[in-house]
């Protein structure tokens, strides 16, 4: 059923930390190694060894310029499905393929009943959802349900991919359902935010903002006036090397 | 958002056929249409043809067609659910009418109810097929009060022009295409409204998509991916301004201005033309529809 259940208390999502993050794409390419074996396998790339190689991510790291002068910095932003409590992409569903888990409250697909009518992707206002115009279906992150649940694999393993390979620690997996959670208290500690509030969707994904800047720096110096004595300019060159 | 041939072309024809069977099952039954059996089997054949045409070339549009029955289920939630079922059950009064019509030699007693049924029920399935877009929190261009009132206004104007158009042939009276004349001018200030409304905003950035709008303007550096991918084929169509300009010109023209002088005179023209017009805003409603996501790409929306 697309009817979203009765909310659960666990509300399993990840907590990114865009202080940290260096957009390095590790999470995005890891993510595509685990998945196109995963649940929601494959992943297909098309014309993967031409000129312009496409394909279905589930995330995908984008890179931007914030502020002006000296104030400006470089933000790096991983996006992801963020398993919304109340995710359109579920309700505007005509088959049923799209459900979220009353378990917790993760949002998948069922490729078997899909009807590949792209409704849900126009529904979804943060890009998490992605065709799969090989089989003709709707793909989209499972927070690697085939992971975190996945009792042949170590325990420090059960982990969606993006966040076991993260090299800066900028990715944070748990239950944000619970307040004691550590990815809940991250969020309380750091001022964790959700994508878009006004649209009624309800991440559960939270982003910690990148921390306020200090300028430490000294301003460069600049010589009062140009040195017209050639000697003096030779030693003043010499001396600034 | 890309416009897609299949569904332009299926909520154009399937619109015009709904809006044709509304009149038809409205208006027959009150002795305001020719009464000739012949005369409701032709209207009904077309308004239904153009019914099944858009539904199967909806149909294009699926990765698996052969799927499509399991859009029925969802109905609780799903509009786009709402319309499937909407759409089949109109068939069974919409056929029953005319063959009733055809047995009695008038449209009246149960045939009289079931045509207030078909006209009922296509009305239900327009508004079904307009909410799938007016319902779309991502796109601003469609989740606009105006998106479904104007389906049902093209359509019911589309249905009546096409239905003027046959009844000519059965020396009607032209008050249809009188009363079709007076919804498209409705219509199409309903258009210049939504249009004006869309101008205006409000437009925003890929700060508020990040939510950092606090560090200043946000700008894009890099794209997440060299190459296009699904998200910007399908979300990110552009169209210039100055084309948007001249094809709004042009979809008035077709779709509302000749129609409104032709209708009195030769209605069957009126309709194609009415129709073709009707294929250019109904392109237009799509390619000038910015979703979400391309904030994240730099864009505005």
Known sequence: MTAIPSPGAKKLGLVIDLDTCVGCHACAVNCKEWNTSGHSAPLPDFDAYQAKPQGVWFNRVHSYEAGEGRDSRTVYFPRSCLHCE????????????????AEDGIVLVNADTCIGCKLCSWACPYGAREFDEDAGVMKKCTLCIDRIYN?????????????????????????????????????????????????????VNRYL????????????????????????????????? | MHPALSVILFTTASGAGYGMLFWLGLLAPLGLLPMEASFGLTASVLGLALITFGLLSSTAHLGHPERAWR???????????????????????????????????????????LGFLTAAMAVVTVICTGMIYASLKPIRQ???????????????????ACLAGVAMFWHASPMLAYATVVLAAITLVAKLAYWRSIDRG??????????????????????????????????????ARKHAARLRVIAVALAFVVPIVLLPFIPPVAAVVALVGLLVERWLFFAEATHTVTLYYGRTA
Not at chain 1, 222 to 235: C, K
Not at chain 2, 208 to 236: C, F, H, K, Q
């Open chain 2, 71 to 113: 859009a029925i289920t969802q109905w609780r939630t799903s509009w786009l659910s709402r319309e499937g079922v909407a759409s089949l059950i109109t068939y069974i009064p919409a056929v029953l009418f005319p063959l009733l019509w055809l047995m009695d030699g008038a449209p009246d007693g149960v045939a009289e109810l």
């Open chain 2, 202 to 239: 409000p437009v925003r950035g890929p700060g508020d998509a990040i939510g950092l709008t606090e560090l200043g303007t946000v700008r894009m550096l890099d794209p997440p991916n060299t190459e296009d991918n699904y998200l910007m084929r399908e979300m990110g169509y552009r169209i």
């Open chain 1, 209 to 241: 903002p990148p921390r306020a800047r200090a300028h430490h720096a000294t301003p460069v110096e600049t010589p009062a006036e140009p040195i017209t004595n050639s000697f003096l300019r030779w030693i003043d060159r010499a001396l600034s090397r």
């Open chain 1, 151 to 203: 009792t042949n694999l170590p325990e420090q393993d059960r982990v969606p991919a993006c966040v076991s390979t993260c090299p800066a620690q900028a990715r944070h997996f748990g239950d944000l359902g619970d307040p004691d959670s550590a990815v809940s208290r991250l969020v309380a500690e750091r001022g964790g935010y959700g994508l878009m509030p006004e649209l009624g969707y309800k991440p």
């Open chain 2, 142 to 160: 469609w989740y606009h009060p105006l998106v479904m009132p104007f389906y049902l206004l093209a359509s019911v104007f589309s249905g009546g």
């Open chain 1, 86 to 101: 109340e995710p359109a992409c579920v309700t505007v569903c005509p088959t049923g393929a799209s459900y979220k888990r």
